[in-house]
């Protein structure tokens, strides 16, 4: 599974200030109307969904526009996308805006508003597997274009493994005639977009519902994959403070907006401006806690879970401690405390989420049936959660089930079409080598190109997905860019073992072992770590250490990847054989 993110935990439905704050209610009911543009306003926004292009416009880009011009284009049009609409057509009128008005914006789930957008979807996405393109600069150009089209439809995630449920909290909107929290905490999006733009318009210095729809727009962005949305939350939170600077509702929120962003940096200063005017923030502290493990500052992190625990105990803090845990090599408390937080949930999207939490944790220690039992469970609660769904497909594939694994991954990607599970469907396809496999699996690899120039449109920094995947499907010389530019701004296991796999790539192993050693140092057991390291001392001769951890990644996780798997073991069976 790809690395959890500050996406990573369903948050509080309600963040309470402390007892002796003013809520932002008592502190914005009654200043006075004032007509104010509201970020993102269309009609077409209304449904969330934005005005959709033909599918077939760029399903037939020609060899003459290059993988760098649809860069190019992509990102005008976002920036376009920004100053306007979801549609990307500039300002629209208003009175219509596209938002949620959910308070958790770190959880995702797939919408049943998203059904319109999903045969479209498919389309293109058959397209991209099946027109038989075979110049890469074309392929690329005609699969990014066909994820546009998706993007524009509102039909994927953006992001990491999202974790918890869209709409499955709400913060209590702080004026009379804002939507009522029940609205957003039942998930139904839609009517509360529509209720608290309606607010906006009769109370717009309300700067409570202003923070409310920046942080829904950080939800709409994740759970549709509409990266206009960045901005326009950006502007929104912005709104918010210029109305009452300082208030941490809005500080929260661009905490979380600077964390979906990847902004780790800047997500750790909002989320400590937050806590100084309200110390019981609950985003505040779970995004406080998101960042510093990001960052790779683990021990850090720990203190901020055990304050946040202090502060706030519940499901999203017991996540984020397990997962603190499971990074410095504690795998049974980890388990313990996810254990725990499965039998304090009781809403829908809480069990899911801690369940796949579960599923990925059994995963990483190679207890695949173990694995498939938790996602089983999530799925109980939730049918359509796709990080379940993704989980359940690698299970799958590690147990020797390849073909539910490569039926499961599809389904997933043809809805949200992420790297993680695209390169996994690739590595699939690539190890079944049936007919016409191997053009699938480009098919997926061009698509994570494609997301990449997308995301940096939406003003993302993809550079960790763009280095693990380009490093084994793509432009190698991009990943060890991307690779050494994401270490540069932080220094997490993740990142040192991207950096090393970019350097090994590039025949740069002694300048790569470094990295590999420090990616292994926390004790986190991660079988692909433990493979890269071995592969990495295989080259620069260090025989003994490189046959210790490719049996370790082995005896740990088998099936760790399709690809990485057959070469640790064709490595190891070399070693031996010098011996």
């Not at 208003?94 to 308070?103: D, L, M, Q, S, V």
Request: glycine share 12%.
């Amino acid at each position: 599974m790809p690395p959890r993110t500050t996406d990573s935990a369903p948050e509080r439905r309600d963040d309470h200030p402390h007892p002796d704050q003013e809520t932002a209610g008592e502190s914005s009911v009654g200043r006075g109307p004032e007509r104010a543009s509201i970020p993102g306003e269309g009609a077409a926004a209304e449904t969330g969904a934005g005005a959709r292009p033909d599918p077939a416009d760029g399903a037939e880009d020609g060899p003459g526009e290059s993988a760098h011009g649809t860069h190019d284009r992509l990102r005008a049009e976002s920036e376009t996308a920004a100053e306007g609409g979801p549609d990307g057509h500039g300002s629209p009128p208003p009175g219509t805006e596209g938002g949620a008005g959910a308070e958790n914006a770190s959880r995702t789930h797939a919408l049943s508003g998203d059904d319109a957008g999903v045969e479209p979807r498919v389309a293109a996405l058959r397209r991209a597997a099946d027109g038989g393109r075979r110049w890469r600069a074309a392929h690329l150009a005609g699969c990014a274009a066909l994820l546009a089209v998706a993007l524009t439809g509102g039909a994927i995630a953006f992001g990491g493994v999202g974790d918890g449920r869209a709409g499955s909290g709400a913060e209590a909107v702080s004026a009379a005639g804002a939507p009522p929290a029940g609205v957003l905490a039942r998930g139904d999006l839609d009517a509360g977009i529509g209720s608290l733009q309606k607010h906006l318009r009769a109370q717009p210095r309300d700067f409570g519902s202003w923070a409310t729809l920046g942080i829904a727009y950080v939800e709409q962005a994740r759970t549709k994959g509409d990266p206009s949305r960045y901005p326009q939350a950006e502007r929104a939170l912005k709104r918010s403070l210029e109305l009452d600077p300082g208030n941490d509702q809005a500080l929260a929120g661009r905490a979380a907006l600077a964390a979906a962003r990847h902004d780790f940096t800047g997500a750790l200063k909002d989320a400590d401006r937050a806590l100084k005017q309200n110390p019981y923030s609950e985003r505040a502290l779970c995004t406080r806690i998101d960042a510093l493990v990001e960052l790779g500052r683990y021990e850090d992190a720990a203190e901020a879970a055990r304050t946040a625990d202090d502060r706030r105990p519940g499901v999203p803090v017991f996540t984020r401690y397990a997962y603190v845990k499971e990074l410095r090599g504690d795998v049974r408390t980890a388990r313990d405390v996810l254990e725990r937080a499965l039998e304090a949930a009781d809403a829908p999207g809480d069990i899911a989420y801690v369940a796949t939490a579960l599923g990925q944790l059994a995963w990483n220690q190679g207890e695949y049936k173990a694995a498939l039992g938790h996602y089983a469970r999530a799925l109980a609660a939730d049918e359509d959660y796709l990080p379940a769904l993704e989980g359940r497909a690698r299970a799958q594939a590690a147990n020797g089930d390849r073909a539910a694994a490569v039926e499961g991954l599809e389904q997933v990607v043809a809805r949200f079409p992420l790297p993680g599970p695209l390169v996994a469907l690739g590595e699939l396809y690539e190890d079944r080598g049936a007919d016409g496999d191997r053009a699938k699996a480009g098919d997926q690899y061009a698509l994570v190109d494609a997301w990449t120039s997308l995301a940096r449109a939406g003003g993302v920094n993809a550079d960790l997905d763009s280095a693990m995947a380009a490093a084994d499907h793509g432009d190698k010389k991009e990943a060890l860019r991307a690779a050494r530019a994401e270490w540069n701004r932080r220094h997490s296991v993740h990142t040192a073992d991207a950096l090393a796999w970019a350097l090994h790539v590039n025949g740069r192993d002694e300048e790569a072992l470094p990295y590999a050693r420090r990616a292994t140092a926390t004790g986190y057991r991660n079988a692909g770590f433990l493979y890269h390291r071995g592969i990495i001392e295989r080259a620069t001769g260090n025989d003994r250490e490189a046959r210790e951890h490719l049996k370790a990644a082995l005896d740990l996780n088998p099936g760790f990847s399709p690809l990485g798997a057959r070469e640790a073991r064709t490595a190891l069976k070399d070693l031996e054989g010098a011996r």
